[in-house]
């Protein structure tokens, strides 16, 4: 018996929800968390990343005002601005409007 993708995703998921789901959660729910998970992923890695480069800053005895005003006005900025470039293209594919890769500078 062959198998589809479809039908394979949605064994797992039904085995997922019957595994893991408490009374009244929701099969949109699962579908959600299995949709998303990989951003979720990526999310914490990045928060992980920025707890590492909180702690170097703070434990770095050799940083200078300058050198703390550089990271804080330039390259914060630039992580500040990704973040909104994000955010924007999640409204946007809310909206529905076409979303179109502009961040450049920032690979």
């Not at 062959?2 to 998921?13: A, M, Q």
């Not at 893991?20 to 990526?42: A, I």
Request: aromatic share 4%; proline share 2%.
């Amino acid at each position: 018996m062959k198998i589809t993708r479809s039908e394979l995703k949605k064994l797992i998921l039904q085995e997922l929800l019957d595994v893991t789901s408490v009374p009244g959660h929701q099969q949109s729910q699962v579908d959600m968390q299995f949709r998303t998970g990989p951003f979720t992923n990526l999310i914490s890695v990045t928060s992980d990343t920025l707890d590492r480069l909180e702690d170097v800053i703070r434990d770095s005895g050799d940083l200078k005002k300058q050198d703390l005003e550089g990271l804080k006005n330039n390259e914060l900025q630039k992580l500040m601005d990704k973040i909104g470039f994000i955010t924007a293209t999640i409204d946007a594919k809310i909206q529905g409007k076409a979303v179109h890769s502009n961040a450049e500078g920032y690979e």
